[in-house]
């Protein structure tokens, strides 16, 4: 048995799964495209093809993986002006934020799919479940910490754009079915002066 299966997220939007290598539990992004190579004693042992853990070992109980693939989107396009707090995508505007100090800086970012439930969110749970999902800007290596650049729900923290809790919902639905053909992305998004 070897087929492409599609990871199904639990009401937060994420996959728990076991990584084979040591047996942690991983949170891995609802909708992610794996490669499911057997089952065995009711697990599913697949390695996802995009995201952060692209290529890594996990098993999950039978039931997690789907064989439908979900709709997703072309490419995300996001424009975000940092001076009228005003992020646009296809769905509409939302009100979005910078920090003052150390500003996402201008330019067109690569949105990455989210890598791990960030606890910040924690506390906006109760405006969104999907406020620990974040998505990296940038082409490389996700950084955590104060470092981070990231597009996220609430507050403004380090150099990120922080969306609006009453929006936030809407654009990750959109974006976590948004896809470029890298395994990595969703889209871009363009901080304009």
């Not at 996990?58 to 009228?84: I, Q, T």
């Not at 890598?115 to 749970?125: A, F, W």
């Not at 910490?145 to 922080?162: E, H, T």
Request: hydrophobic residues 35%; glycine residues 12%; aromatic residues 8%.
């Amino acid at each position: 048995m070897s087929e492409t299966r599609y990871a199904s997220g639990g009401p937060d939007g994420w996959l728990r799964a076991r990584r084979e290598v040591d047996g942690d539990v991983v949170c891995l992004p609802e909708y992610l495209q794996v490669h499911l190579t057997h089952t065995q004693a009711g697990r599913h042992h697949f390695t996802p093809l995009e995201g952060a853990c692209t290529g890594v070992h996990f098993s999950v109980k039978a039931g997690h993986l789907h064989k439908a693939r979900p709709e997703y989107r072309c490419a995300a396009h996001l424009r975000f002006h940092p001076g009228f707090e005003i992020l646009q995508y296809p769905a509409g505007e939302i009100r979005a934020v910078t920090c003052g100090e150390r500003p996402i800086p201008v330019g067109v970012h690569p949105i990455q799919l989210p890598d791990v439930p960030h606890d910040e969110g924690r506390q906006h749970l109760e405006q969104s479940a999907y406020a620990k999902n974040w998505f990296c800007l940038g082409d490389g290596k996700a950084v955590h910490g104060p470092d981070g650049r990231y597009l996220r729900a609430g507050q403004v923290g380090g150099p990120c754009i922080a969306v609006d809790l009453r929006g936030w919902t809407a654009l990750y639905r959109y974006l976590i079915l948004c896809r470029t053909g890298d395994g990595r992305t969703v889209g871009t998004i363009d901080v304009v002066r």
